[in-house]
């Protein structure tokens, strides 16, 4: 199976934020894999453990998102590609999917393509779906498991995670996956990996190498701005009866004219 | 002159890091207080490679190099010395006193299922009359036909009820003039008939490790087993704790990082005189010591480190990177209970846990006493090194990565 894995290198959900002048800052607190693309490269990895075959890790992203790629190494991932963005200036999922989609081409073969649910930067979580309706390939998003794979019949089986329970859908290959923290428990890198990792030489893709069409942002960030440090106090009632209670907080809100 | 670590060793740090927050952190708080250690410890430290961590892969290890060894020490005692003990004793006094005295056949035979954690190794030196004063050990080996039989006791044994082997030094020729000569030392199989073993309870701290005691009674010892040659012992020995020591060094740089950590977490949230008391300047000096100390500690055991790798003979750097960083541990774990004033005194923080722990390493492995003292032989110029028979290998990338 020829498994492709998208990953995105992001701020550490640990980090402090701050906003000075417009500009976002993480400090030095280093970037990281997308947490959420840990659990898509760990099923790329089990699917090449049970049926064979290659998985690669596919970014777009600047020079320091050859980073991410090495996390995906260090795990167990057979090779990787960055795709440069410095041409992509303030490109949204929009134009991500494209370079994406065309990259994914380019490699050619590709049974599957697999996604963490989101960025935990940007939060769209539609990426998988763009990349999947560009290529023309079968959408499964938010996949709690994969029940059955067949790669010459060119079949897939899986669980989606739904708000009201779960999902069976039945698709055909090549398709495009994102999957939740459901579906696994991600490895720690190996010291194999980690040695592999260290050592590869990244290949790099430009946009211009890639046939694809110019596609413009649907999104724009404005200057961010901090939000208002606001002075918070607590006031409990304190009040047995849950009827009583509830007239003492009616009593204060409109005295405090919320009401 | 280099100062960055390369990303292989970032990347073991943050493995290391990352497997010990999510497999050991969590409940590590109850088994302190149980005064046990947790029985998946071993298997999912072997499980991930880290016992063989700095091993050549044909001998059963992972062929990383010994400033990894460090690293993973250091985030290992980040979460509880208990684990960094664990590559002490198995890694450091078994797997590399194997790799630096034994045979190409002792090599080939013992290393493998030690290095891969598929059994445990440790190291038995102390013994309940002879701590710093290990001449003084009266543990002894007879030679009887092929084998040697082993009578004694050792104390304050590391994995003594969880290890399958250990490197034992016994007094093998009681004729000798000098109480160090005449030492010899074994690799012995502790599921032997006449060895027992029991736990010790009631230890101050690393109350989540396994620390107890190992009898021999007329226990029988192939000489095979005999590592280096009779006579060799003390010197065996003394380089097995150039590298127990080297563990040591770095897992405490991990503490004072944790006490760090912990202290600063803490300043910024609790509020006295109307402000977070990190706006205290008594506060600021505190952690800014630790995180001097924490600065200084690393250097010392990177630098023993990266000798290691070059070949080169590091005990007194290893001394003086191990002095230093336990007592700044010991330091660090103190005042990062005061911060937290009455709430360190109580183990619902782990402070009072860093404190604890950090006093066993001010004792052993050489206790900072006898640190001072090689530090002076080598000031004074008393003591100076002469080349042993057998030096810990140099770490050659080819070499520990070939698979034969």
Known sequence: MNIVVCVKQTVDTAATISVEQGTVSWGDTPLVLNPWDEFAVEEGLRLREAHGGKVTALTVGPESATEALRSALAMGADAAVRVDDSSLEGADSLVVSAVLAAALEKMGDVDLALFGREAVDSNSGVLQAQVARRLGWASLPLVAAITAIDGDGRAIEVERMLGEGRQRVKATLPAALSVVKEINEPRYASFMGIRKASRVDVPVWTSAELSMDQVDPGVSWLAPEAAADVEVACEFIDVDDVGEAAHALVQRLREEKVL | ?404
């Open chain 2, 1 to 404: 002159m280099d100062f960055k670590l390369s990303s292989e060793h970032e990347m073991v740090r943050k493995m290391v890091a990352d497997f010990a927050a999510k497999e050991v952190a969590p409940t590590i708080a109850e088994w302190d207080r149980k005064q046990e250690m947790a029985p998946d410890i071993l298997p999912k430290m072997a499980e991930q490679g880290l016992l063989g961590i700095c091993v050549p892969v044909k001998y059963g290890g992972q062929g990383m190099d010994y400033i990894s060894l460090g690293i993973a020490s250091e985030e290992l005692e980040y979460v509880d010395t208990s684990l960094r003990v664990v590559l002490s004793v198995h890694t450091g006094l078994c797997c590399l006193t194997l790799l630096q005295w034994g045979t190409d056949e002792q090599k080939k035979e013992f290393l493998p299922p030690i290095a891969s954690g598929e059994l445990i190794g440790g190291g038995a030196f102390s013994e309940p009359n002879a701590g710093s004063d290990f001449a003084a050990i009266r543990m002894t080996a007879r030679r009887d036909g092929d084998d040697f039989i082993l009578n004694g006791e050792k104390m304050w044994i590391s994995l003594s009820t969880k290890a399958d082997m250990a490197i034992v030094t016994t007094r093998s020729q009681l004729d000798k003039e000098k109480e160090h000569e005449g030492l010899t030392t074994f690799l012995v199989d502790l599921h032997s008939k006449g060895v027992t073993t029991g736990d010790i309870h009631g230890k101050l701290g690393v109350r989540a490790g396994s620390t107890g005691w190992i009898a021999m009674q007329d226990v029988r010892v192939p000489a095979r087993n005999m590592i280096g040659e009779e006579g060799e012992g003390f010197k065996i020995t003394m380089s097995a704790f150039d590298n127990g020591r080297y563990t040591v060094a770095a897992g405490a740089t991990g503490l004072v990082h944790a006490s760090l950590d912990a202290s600063v977490a803490y300043a910024k949230e609790r509020e006295t005189f109307g402000r977070p008391i990190m706006a205290h300047q008594l506060v600021q000096a505190k952690i800014a010591k630790m995180h001097l100390d924490y600065e200084i500690a690393r250097l010392l055991y990177l630098k023993a480190g990266w000798m290691k790798n070059e070949g080169l003979r590091n005990t007194l750097e290893t001394s003086r990177a191990k002095q230093f960083a336990t007592y700044a541990s010991y330091e660090a774990a103190t005042e990062a209970v005061q911060i937290h004033g009455g709430y360190g005194f109580s183990d619902e923080y782990p402070v009072e846990r860093f404190l604890r722990n950090s006093k066993g390493a001010v004792i052993y492995e050489g206790s900072n006493e006898i640190q001072t003292l090689i530090q002076a032989g080598y000031a004074l110029g008393s003591r100076r090194d002469k080349p042993l028979r057998c030096e810990l290998p140099a770490y050659d990338e080819e070499t520990w990565l070939a698979e034969a």
